[in-house]
């Protein structure tokens, strides 16, 4: 499913779209598609499954500790487009990983291996437009989505550039600093939504943990909320992991529902 | 290609970094940009690299080592700058830098914890508050660094992700950089990282290489035949190098060969990303690097902390690629013999990151590839290795 289309059933129905991080083969790949059922049961509308890099700086340290759990668990790109084949959603599936990862393998190759994986759309932290130009091409020519981040730092002549070329929706990286869970809403968050104005759909991340904060950013103007410590958190945790991911992913959903 | 109109070196370099960071580094470049040139910002530098780093460091003929290598050996003294080693050269001029920026603080990564000791001494003498990551396996074979940090006020932060060595100090300071972009300068140790630091630092350490012009022509009434220089990130190297890339010398990169030459689907066993890395992207940029057929980030490994890095700057790999420099390595047990000879003949300890582009010299100088004068940039002194020197000889 295209995540446009996704969007736009929200939309009729008027609900922000729950969007579940989660990096993949955390602990194991058997796991992860445990925990994405689980996600999707709880409601989740889109999945982001993150493809471990080595040396990943756009994340704090529960997403880190996620990350060395999946390399230790023998994750690599190529049982990774194995593990999301399998997975038959019907929902999107996006991945977030590390340029290099990509580079690596060859942009050409890694897009098609993402079509014939159902990969609707691809993350990239560590890649601004001024170097996604070879992605960019690759993604429109295969069908893919490359979803752009914008930060409170982000000034106007910088928002123009990245709201032209970003598809799928925009991702506003909700405060300065690295992924990790908080308790609150920052009022830059606020700001920032009211900042970038697109057509496109408008998800915030870095720092969502509980249904109360998602019903919050729904009502200040946003269409999704991206959610990824406060599950890999989880996890890290044990114990009944895929009926908490279920338990949490329903109370996020909630959120995203009644602003 | 060499200036700051672009980014990028032939394809290396670039700004491979999150969002959040990118108008900084828009801010960084044209705040650099502004006071490179500017008299007043220039004359404070001038001031504190004489009077506070004690430059010019002198070239030194050594004439006991000449004889025992069997070419004519100039030593370029950077270990008598402040702190030991060629960092501070650097740090003067980024700290000089953010305080014209109005940045209240500074962040920065090191590996030996010569860079880190180098911030702390440029942090206390333009009174920035300072602080700097180290990966935990750093902190713990270089304690003398990080208590000599400590003592200047600096707060230091071992680093227990990944392998706990410089590249994790890395991705910290630059985590700590995202967080804190708005009052904080991350002040990059090395030419490594996003545009514009690989042309800044390189800039800031050409101070080198110009007093190596002149005092050349004072000695010898020519330029040498050659240059060596050892390479982690690659700053003596570029600092060294760079006033003679238009000249007709010899550029020779010494990178850290470790115990072995070998890899595993992990780790290298050395450091020698330019000899034998492959293009990809780490910290910021475009580059030569060491990993594994998925692009995942190989541990490096050197008895020289200074060395132990997977990247290298891109303005290195550009100038290897097109023939201009000439990647090199030696080995931990080649770097020890030259600590040792240089020591014994000369009454110099230089670092062991130095050591192993004497190393290298000593290894080339019969097959006449360095020609019959040679300048070596010992980048620094080795009083901070004497506890891994005395381990690695019991
Ligand atoms: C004495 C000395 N030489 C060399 C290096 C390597 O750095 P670069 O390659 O940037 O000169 C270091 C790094 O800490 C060092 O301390």
Redesign the interface.
Known sequence: MRIYEKFRQLKARKEGALIAYICAGDPTPEATKEYVTALVRGGADIIELGLP??????D??TI?AGI?RA?AGGM???VYFKTVASLHLHIPLVVMT????????GIEKFAKDCVSSGISGIIV????P??SGELDEVCRDNGIDLI????????EG?MKN?LAKGTGFIYL?AR???TGARADVALSTKELIERVKTKTPKAVGFGISNGRQASEIIAAGADGVIVGSAFVDIIAKGGDVAGKLEALARELKEGTRSP | MTGLDSTKFGKYGGQFVPEVLMPALSELTEQYEKYKDEPGFNKELDYYLRDFAGRPSPLYHAKRLSREYGIKIYLKREDLVHGGAHKLNNTLGQALLTKYMGKKRIVAETGAGQHGTACAMAGAAFGIPTEVYMGYKDTQRQRMNVYRMELMGTKVNPVKSGSQTLKDAINEAMRDWVANVEDTHYLIGSVVGPHPFPTMVRDFQSVIGKEVRGQIMEKEGRFPDSIVACTGGGSNAMGIFHPFVEEDVDLFAVEAGGTDMKVTEKEAFHSASLCTGEDGVLHGARTMILQNKYGQILESSSIAAGLDYSGVGPELAYLAETGRLKPRHSGDAEALEAFHDLSRLEGIIPALESSHALAYVKQAAASGELGDIVVVNVSGRGDKDLETVRGMMK
């Not at chain 1, 890099?53 to 756009?58: C, E, G, Q, R, T």
């Not at chain 1, 590390?98 to 393998?105: G, M, S």
């Open positions: 890099f080595s040396d990943p700086v756009a704090g340290p880190q060395e390399l690599t790109p190529d590390y340029y290099n990862l990509i580079f690596k393998r932290p560590d890649l601004p001024e170097e752009f981040l914008v930060a409170p730092t982000t000034n910088r990245i990286v300065l600093g690295v």
